[in-house]
Structure formats: structure tokens, C-alpha cells
């Protein structure tokens, strides 16, 4: 009975030399057809980097003369001492403070200064006064002083100006031991509170707050869009005090969020020059679960734009009662946010911040070289990951 009788294809038989030739097809087109095929070879994959990431320092940590008084400590800041601290640590990029009413030719000497140096000018920190000054005349004349301060710090390249408006001075009111025998800088909301003092700029409620923002905003951001300056509010220190705190109702005062009252605060000028010196710690002290809730708020503002410097402070607890520790042992770890400004294509500085104290380091140089390391470290991490 032949084959074909019983059933069997009228292919031949496959001999060993065709079955080779078949499974090798069959193989190279798995290989063609489908990426995960045994025989494909593993893509090479490449870091997502952001080039543009940098630490920088700041009028937190000048290295200088020991005995000058911190405000002589500022105009010390472009010494060879402090430029060679700096860049030991891996820091070129700056953010001075200054106050008042700014000298040019002061300015243009820092940037020399700098320049030789090989270190960039990145920011300057402005002082608080127009907040203080009441409207009229005094409020005019402190509008004008900033507008022609923008237009200095133009002169000499200067792109960023940093402000933090503290009708109410930063408060802390306690100190918690820390690791090393450090101390935490600490703050837990009084009991009391209704009780303390009004402070010395008087009542102000919350409506007339943010009229005076409204009106800085307004007339400043337009000023700083023709000179290429961009204004970069650090969130009030720390956020959510109840309204009434010291006879202030702050601009992020309870019940508005810290998030929210950012979000206000950018609406009323939609600038790509009104935006943010986004302080995390301070971020953190008007949160509740900081962990989570954190990130959200880097990501939304780094996708827009809005942030022009990022102090780097990290903190244990929360609203109403938290410490500033070490940048590596507080409630986030940092690498997350780096990772969301090297998406966002972030290219400003990352600046520690506060830092805790010790008595054989009274001035930070010791906690202030920690945390540089640390922000190098994570950047570089962060820019060498293979992103699946």
C-alpha cells in the first residue's frame, strides 16, 4: 500500500540535511518577525542624561575670614577662599545676596572676579524690603529700587533673581540632637500660638498680602521679560501657619495648601520669568505625608517651566512640627526628584540649603561639602541609568 493511501502528505520525507535547512529558516524569520526571539542580540541601551544639571552654592556658605560679620561675609563672596572651597567640592555656578539698592560697579568687579575665576554668576538673592513697605510712596519708591536692580543684574549676565518674603521671620523654635552630636534646627506649631507677639511690620490679613504681591508681580514681570531676568519666589518658611500667626496672614497661611498658593502665586503673571526658587525642605514642612506628596509638586512646575533654582533640604516630619536634617535621612529620598528634573530638562542650580550645626563646624563648610557630594553623586547616578 503506497503512502498516499494511507494518508500521508505527498511531501517527500524531510532527510537530515533538509530539516537543517528548514529550522534555520523557520529560526531567521522568528528573529525578523519577533524581538524577543532566543536569537536576537539585546539592544544596547543608552543613558538618559540631562547635561545641563548642576550642584551650585550659594549665601548660605561663604568661605572667608572667620571674624567678619555675616553681611561683610556677602561682599567677601568672590574671594579666592570661597572660589577655591567651591570648586574643591565640584561647585562653578553661584548665587550671592545682596540688599538695598545695588552698585554696578561693584557688580561688574564680582563678575570679573568670577570670570577669571571660572565660576558663573548664576543668581542673586534680593532682600525682603518691598513686602515690608506699605502702600504709597514707600511701596513706589521699593517697586522702583527692584526695577533697576533687574536692570544691574541684566549688566552683568545675571539671569536670576531670588526673593523670599517674610513678613514673618523663618521660624524655628527648637533644637533636636542629631547624628554626630549635630543639632536640628526644629519647629513645632505653639500651642499657644494667639498669644505671641504681633511682629514688628504690624497686622496685615490676607487679601492685603496678596495684594502686595499682585502689584510687585504685575509691574516687576515685564520689567524682567525686556532685560531676560527671571524672578524666582522661595515659598514662605515654613508653610500652612494659621492665619493670625504673629498678626500675619501669610500668602500660603492655613487653609490654603503650599501647593495651591504656588499655584496661585504663578497664575497672576503667566511669565516664563515668573516662576520659582522651589526649597524643598520648606515644601516638605507644609505637607503632610512629604514622601508623596512632594514629587507631584516638582514635576508640575519643572514641566512648566517655572522653576529657576532648587534649594535641597531635607526634613523629618511635616506640617507643624518637623527638624532639618541631613540631606541624606529625611523623609524623601532626593534621587526621585532628580530624576524629574533631568526629564524635565532642568537647567539651574540644585543648592543646598540649610544644613544642621555642630560646634567644631560653626560655620557648615563640613555639612555644606557633604551635601554637595551628595547632589553630584545623585545627579551623576541619575544621568548614567539605563532607562528601559
Same mark, same amino acid.
Given at each position: 500500500m503506497s503512502r498516499k493511501q494511507i494518508g500521508h502528505s505527498e511531501s517527500p520525507m524531510i532527510n537530515r540535511r533538509n530539516f537543517q535547512k528548514v529550522i534555520g529558516t523557520s529560526l531567521l524569520g522568528a528573529t525578523l518577525t519577533n524581538p524577543v526571539s532566543a536569537l536576537t542580540k539585546p539592544k544596547k541601551l543608552k543613558p538618559k542624561?540631562?547635561?545641563?544639571?548642576?550642584?551650585?552654592?550659594?549665601?548660605?556658605?561663604?568661605?572667608s575670614d572667620d571674624s567678619l560679620s555675616y553681611a561683610m561675609r556677602q561682599?567677601?563672596?568672590?574671594?579666592?577662599?570661597? #572660589?577655591?572651597?567651591?570648586?574643591?567640592?565640584?561647585?562653578?555656578?553661584?548665587?550671592n545676596s545682596m540688599e538695598g539698592a545695588w552698585n554696578l560697579d561693584e557688580m561688574k568687579q564680582w563678575k570679573d572676579d568670577c570670570d577669571r575665576a571660572g565660576m558663573t554668576w548664576e543668581a542673586i538673592r534680593m532682600d525682603s524690603g518691598y513686602i515690608y513697605a506699605i502702600p504709597g510712596a514707600d511701596q513706589v519708591r521699593k517697586l522702583q529700587e527692584v526695577i533697576e536692580n533687574v536692570k544691574k543684574a541684566s549688566a552683568v549676565g545675571v539671569k536670576v533673581i531670588t526673593m523670599h518674603w517674610t513678613l514673618i521671620p523663618i521660624r524655628r523654635n527648637g533644637h533636636t540632637p542629631g547624628r554626630g552630636g549635630s543639632s536640628y534646627h526644629s519647629f513645632k506649631l505653639e500651642p499657644n500660638w494667639q498669644d505671641l507677639p504681633v511682629e514688628k511690620y504690624g497686622k496685615i490679613n490676607y487679601d492685603q498680602y496678596w495684594e502686595r504681591i499682585r502689584y510687585f508681580l504685575t509691574n516687576i514681570i515685564p520689567v524682567c521679560a525686556q532685560y531676560d531676568v527671571r524672578m524666582a519666589v522661595h515659598p514662605y518658611d515654613p508653610p500652612g501657619l494659621p492665619r493670625g500667626y504673629q498678626g500675619v496672614d501669610n500668602w500660603d497661611a492655613a487653609p490654603a495648601t503650599v501647593f495651591d498658593s504656588l499655584k496661585k502665586y504663578e497664575a497672576i503673571v503667566d511669565s516664563p520669568y515668573n516662576g520659582f526658587q522651589l526649597c524643598l525642605g520648606t515644601i516638605m514642612e507644609g505637607l503632610r505625608d512629604p514622601k508623596t506628596e512632594l514629587p507631584p509638586i516638582v514635576k508640575y512646575f519643572a514641566e512648566k517651566g517655572k522653576i529657576y533654582q532648587i534649594h535641597m533640604r531635607n526634613v523629618r516630619g511635616g506640617l507643624h512640627d518637623f527638624q532639618e536634617v541631613y540631606i541624606d535621612e529625611g523623609e524623601v529620598d532626593f534621587i526621585d526628584v532628580i530624576r524629574i528634573l533631568r526629564d524635565s530638562g532642568y537647567a539651574w542650580s +540644585?543648592?543646598?540649603?540649610?544644613?544642621?550645626?555642630?560646634?567644631?563646624?560653626p560655620r557648615g563648610?563640613?555639612? #555644606?561639602?557633604?551635601? #554637595?557630594?551628595? +547632589?553630584?553623586?545623585?545627579i551623576d547616578s541619575a544621568n548614567k541609568e539605563i532607562i528601559q
Open positions: 542624561s540631562n547635561p545641563l544639571l548642576h550642584v551650585g552654592g550659594d549665601y548660605h556658605v561663604v568661605m561682599k567677601a563672596w568672590t574671594n579666592p577662599r570661597n #572660589f577655591q572651597y567651591h570648586e574643591r567640592h565640584g561647585v562653578r555656578h553661584l548665587t +540644585i543648592c543646598p540649603d540649610h544644613v544642621p550645626t555642630h560646634p567644631d563646624d563648610y563640613q555639612a #555644606f561639602a557633604q551635601a #554637595f557630594g551628595y +547632589i553630584r553623586g545623585m
